[in-house]
Every structure is written in structure tokens, then in C-alpha cells.
């Protein structure tokens, strides 16, 4: 009696995780549906569409510079390392740059907004349904999705987009620095290998990503913040909720994107 | 070890009976003085009304007087010690004279009840595990909770969960206590329940500050009162002060007459 | 006694303040997040030994991360090895390298760091959330009345955890974008298994560079995100803020120390 119980615990443990998980997606889907069925005519409150662009853009703006600054130089010390030992020094514009626009750049920006932007969007949101503000819109005839969730959604999609361009930019001037004061190669080559040797495509890449992170993220934390109960407690848990299962579908999406458009 | 740390690991009541002192409390939060000046005195033995309106800083106060927030201004003591200049450690062993029941409950979520009230024995470490299961089998019955050592917080009702709070704020047998709206959002029969154990602990000799909004409810237990709104003091003195008080605001209060 | 009478602020007055507080907000935290290291550095060495809460919170930092660290290190390791065997194929011609190479980057770089971003999404988060409900409902203060320091209580036994645990779920998540990439090169471009199953590119700083960077995560994570509930005030907005923003400063305290380890190597260890 007793050995079966304990052998079915890790059983309860899956199936309890995998009906969490459908629970989600499925609410995830909806969120989607509801932002789709808004979206075509847009019916979108502009005053707070401007209110949130400002918001969500101009407000990550000096943790997206320094994180593009960091991204730049870590990547360009790693590929230091091998452009020295190869003695390929003229390449190294092309070994950081390529790895930063196509890969680390928008995965690390998208980290950096899904916790600076979506994080802050479900514990808003979810603040505002504990505290029965979300009812109290209901209950004027105002339409939460419209109203709360719309100009939220297409703010991240923007500025998400915007800001891996940003982030990509910084990252080349860290890049360039980095490869000046530690490896010691000029700037010029620096960019020259990077004119030479990529292309547009490489960066279109990475601003595709962008879009798919931004939509991701919009519907994710918008969906976290709407279902959240339980108080100040529920809002903490929601976030964390919010934030993990954003940053699986960054780098699932990622993983797509990339086989999709190679 | 300092001085003063010696100081607070050695109770004596002070030679002139005040055991809480308050001297001009000041707080600000962005410029404006949620507490204005507060002094207050309370002596061995006895206990202070904190009354006022909502937000009037009432729970502010005492957490001052806990060394839990700092204050701007000012200085309290409890026993003669000044709680604004210990440091952490200092203020950990001054706390082990201390009980406070939060206006909250502040129950901890991740604990059973049991463990919740075992915390402030283990953290004093002087008993063994066993005295301590013992001691709070004991409290748990005195509050006529018997038994409910294995619950969780949020299986409790509000008036259950006061009591459980009250019995971790008194479990060490603290000289002095200080209860934060014992009985807010309470029935009045648990609330003459919760009234009934205030004023055992303070027949047991304990100095005590109460925050209330249920006047008549402790009107015959405390000494003196306090006045606070918008952190200024209205009145300050004791029972028969404040029936003879003539500012309109004051009898407004005290006799809960409408404006 | 208004200590502090009311003032109309002039136009000059608001550019500088506007131009001045991030400075401000920035080195609060800065000061909060200095303190409770400190605190967590003197509390490991002097304070009690809860062993068994360590155990607990490793348990539910492994157990919170696993499946979350597995599914990244996965899909990353495919991507990585995509991107780089077409690259490889199309320049040099010659996949061979390929996988000692990606295992050597890998363990210098995607391995810690990636785990680290993740965990502190992942538990930083968890941890701020918790302290920070916990300071809102009044439980630190209960905390410090029953005579328990915050830091000695809430974030000591999490950073035992932490720097064990952080080590531990970048094996497992170096392992996994290790398969992953052996499996993506033999399917995609028909590299052979025995290429990826090398240390002939691997030097010994490779390994001292990965513990070094796990022990700084590992001590960083739990520190920012416990100073960052700590910080938290009101209700569930406080609770909110401080989740943002211990998400925010863990990953920018990975990314910082990232770049200074991953310098100090290039300059040290990796010559
Ligand atoms: N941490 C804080 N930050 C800002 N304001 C605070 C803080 N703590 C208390 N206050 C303010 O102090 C005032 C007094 O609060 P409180 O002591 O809880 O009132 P009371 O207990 O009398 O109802 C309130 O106006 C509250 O907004
Ligand atoms: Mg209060």
C-alpha cells in the first residue's frame, strides 16, 4: 500500500506539470485570439498606445545600451581568443559581429525586455486585477483587452523590434572598443572585416527574431497578469510565472525562426 | 562587547517606572512628516491607548519603537536604553523583551502554526525541542486552540489566526507587548475573547501599547492615551484627562459622536 | 513643526533632478545590494548552520530549474551548432572542428552564462517574490521581533544553495547543449559522433574560467534578488517592483561579472 503510494508520486508530479502547462498554453492561446480579433480593424486606445510606447521604449532605453555594450564586448573577447590563436585578426569584426546580430544580441536583449518590460507588464496588470481594477473596467463597459491589453501588446511588439536594432548597434560599438583597448585591433579593421563579410541578411535575422520575441512576450506576460489571484502573493508568483515561460519561448523561437528563414 | 550591548541583555526596569519613552518622533516620507513630533511615556505595568483615524502613523509608531523602521528625528527608549543608536545585533537581543501581535496577523505563510510560534523560542535558544513542543502545546490551550500545531496559516480563520499571533508575540514572556489592532475585522465575540487575554497579560504585570479602533472595548484596560492624527498629537494623558477634554476633535472621538 | 515647508520647484531645478535620479536610484541599489552582501558574507561565516533549510532550497532550486534549464540548453544547442556547422561548411569546408570548438565555447561561455540568465529569471525571481511578499504582509518585520536577522534567515541558506546549485545545473546544462549540438551536427550535416566527443580543444583555464564564472553567478543571484525583495514596499505593486526589478539587476549582475571574468581570462588564464 504504502510503496505504491510512494511509487506514483513522480507520476502525480508529470501529470500535475502537464495539466499546468495545457492549462497555460491554453490560456496563452486565447490571449492570443482575443489580441487577433482586436487587432483587424485595430481598435486601440490611442492615448494610452502613446502612453505605453514611452513607457515600455524610452524607460528600457539605458538597460538595453548597457546590456548591448556587455554583449559586444564578451562576444568580441571570445572570439579574440580564437582570432589570435588562428592569427586571423582581420576577421574578427565578422566572428563578433555575425554571433551578435543573428543569435546573441536578440536573445540577450529579448532576456533583458522580458524582464524590464514583461515583468513589469504582469505584475501590472495583475495589480490591477487583485486590487478588482480589472472588474471595476468591466463593470464602466470598458473592454480590459482593449483598453489594458492592446496598447501594451503592440508597444512591446514596436519597441521590441526597435530596441534589438539599438541593441545591435551598441554592441558593435562595444565590440569595437573592446577590440581597440584589450586585443589591441584597430577599429577600422574592426568594421571593415564587418562590411566586408556581412550582410543584411544577417541582421534582418536578428530583427525577425525581434518581432517573433516581441509578440511572444506581449501575449505571455499580458496573459500571467490578467489570470493572477491571490493577492500580493499571487502577483509575485504570477511574474515568475510570466518571466519563465517567456524566456522558453525566446529561445524556442529562436530555434524556429532560424531553421525557418536559413 | 560594548557597553551597551551588555545593557540589553540585562533587564532593569528603570528607577523612574517608564519603560517606553518616545522623544519628538519625527518620520518623513517625501517631505511630509507622516509623524510629527510624537513624545509618549509609558510606565511599568500599565497600558497606553493608541488611538486615531486610519493612516494617522499609529503602526508606524510602534514599529519605531520596535527598531523596526528608523525614525528621522527624535529618540526612543525602552528601559532607558536608546533603541535608535544599537546596531542589528544590539536591537536582535533588546527584541527578546519585546512581543508584537501585527495589525495583519504576519503569520508566516511557509510555516505551520506550531513552527510559527516555536520561531521566537528557537531564535532565543535556551530551551530544548522538547520544552519547547511543550510550551507551545501550553500557550495554543491558554488561547483555546488546542492542538492545532500542524495547520497552515491560511486554513485558519482571522479571529484564529489573531489569537495564533498573539500567542507568538507572548510566548517567550515578554515584559512588554505591543498589539496592533487586536481586534480588527474581528466579531465581537472573538473580539471580548481577545479583550479577555489583553487584560490577563496585563493582570500578569506587562506593559503594553494597544492600537484600536474598538474604544469601548478597551476603554477599561488602559491607563493612558495617546491621540495621533495625520502623525500630530491631538491628546496626550490619562483616562479621566481625556473625558474632561474640550477640544471638540478629541470628544468627537472619545465619545464617537458624528462631526 | 514643518521641518520641511512646501517648495514650488523651478524649471532649472526639475531638468537637474530629472537629469540626476537615475544616478540616485542606480547607487541606492547599488548601496542595498553592497549591504546585504556584506551582511550574507558575515551571516555564512558566523551565523547558525541551518543545513537542512540549505538542503530544502537547493532541492527547490533544482527542482524549479531543471526542466526549464534542459528544454533552453536544448533548443540553443541546436541553434548554435545550425548556425555554425552552415557557416563552417560554407567557409571552411571542413566540419571536423566543430565539435571540440563548440564544446570549448560552450563551457567557456554559452554554458555558465546562459544557465546563470536563466536561473535568475527562473529563481532570482522566485526569490525576490517571496522575500518581497514577505516584507509587504509584515513577515520580516515578525521576523526580526521573534530576534532572526532577514538576511540571516531568508538569504543565507539560498546562497549555500545557490552556489552549489548553480554549478550543478551548468553540468547538466553544458551536457545537454552538448548532445544537443552532437545530435543536430550528425543529423543536419552527417558529422560524425566521435568528432563532438573530444578535449583535445578543451585547456585547463577553460575549466577554472567555468568555476570561477559559476561561483560569481552563484553567489551574485541570490544576493541582488534577496536585496531586491528586501527593498520591496506597499502591497502587491511593491511585490510586483521588486520581481522586475531582480530580474533586471541579476541578469545585468551576470552579464557584469560575465565580461570581467571572461576579460580576466583573456588576459590570465586562456594565453
Ligand atoms: N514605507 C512607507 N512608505 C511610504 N509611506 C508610508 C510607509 N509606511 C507608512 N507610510 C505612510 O504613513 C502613514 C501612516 O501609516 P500607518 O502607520 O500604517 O497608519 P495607521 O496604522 O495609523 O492606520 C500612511 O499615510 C502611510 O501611507
Ligand atoms: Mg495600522
Redesign the interface.
Known sequence: MRLTSVLSVPFAMVGR?TLDIATEMGGMTLMAGAILRRLFPPRVDGAELMRNLYNVGVKSF??IL??GV??G??MV??A???VEKYEATGFIGWGAG?ATL??VSPI?IA??F???VG??N???I??MK??EQVDALRTLAIDPVSYLIMPRFIAMVVMMTLLVVVGDATALIGGAFTSQF?LGVDVQLFFRSFVDLIHLEDFLLGVYKAITFGIAVGVVSCHFGITVTG???????A??DS??AS??WI??L??VV??LI? | MSAASKQVTHVEVPRDGVRIRCQGVSKYYRRTAVLDAVDLEVRDGTMLGLIGPGAAGKSLLVKIICGLVAPDEGHVFIDDIDVTRLRERELQALRMRLGMVFQNYALF?FMNVGENIALPLRMEGRSSETSIRNRVAEVLEQVALPGIQDKMPRELSGGMKKRVSFVRAVVRRPPIVIYDDPTGGLDPVTSAKIFRLLSDMKAQGTTSITISHDLDGIRPLCDQWLLIEHGKTLFSGDTSAIDQCETPYVRQFWRGEPA | MSAHPPHKPNVLELFLAALGS?FVIVGEQFREIFKVFGLTVQYALHGRRRWKEVWLQAYRIGNESL??IV??AG??G???V??AG??AERIIGDLTPLGG?YLQ?LL??FGP?ITA??I???VG??I???I??MV??EQVDALQMSGAHPVEYLVVPRFWASVVMVFCLTCVSVLVSWLAGLLTALLAFGVSPYTFATLSFVIPGDVILLLMKTTAYGIAIPIVAGASGLSAHG??????????QS??NC??AV??L??LL??F???VL?R
Open positions: 506539470r539605458p538597460i548597457v546590456t556587455f554583449v564586448a564578451i573577447i571570445q579574440g581568443l580564437y555575425f543573428r543569435e540577450m532576456l533583458m522580458n524582464g524590464r515583468a513589469k504582469t505584475a501590472e495583475g495589480t487583485v486590487t584589450l493577492g500580493a502573493v499571487g502577483v509575485g508568483r511574474v515568475n518571466v519563465v524566456a522558453i529561445f524556442v529562436n530555434y532560424t531553421t536559413i | 505563510d | 537615475p526542466v526549464f528544454c533552453v533548443s540553443l541546436v541553434t548554435l545550425y548556425q552552415l557557416q570548438l565555447i567557456r561561455e552564462t540568465l536563466m535568475s529569471t527562473r525571481t522566485g525576490a517574490a517571496e518581497g511578499s509587504v504582509t502591497g502587491s505593486e511593491g511585490v510586483g517592483w521588486a520581481t522586475t530580474v533586471v541578469s545585468l552579464l557584469f560575465d565580461v571572461s576579460g581570462g583573456y588576459l586562456l
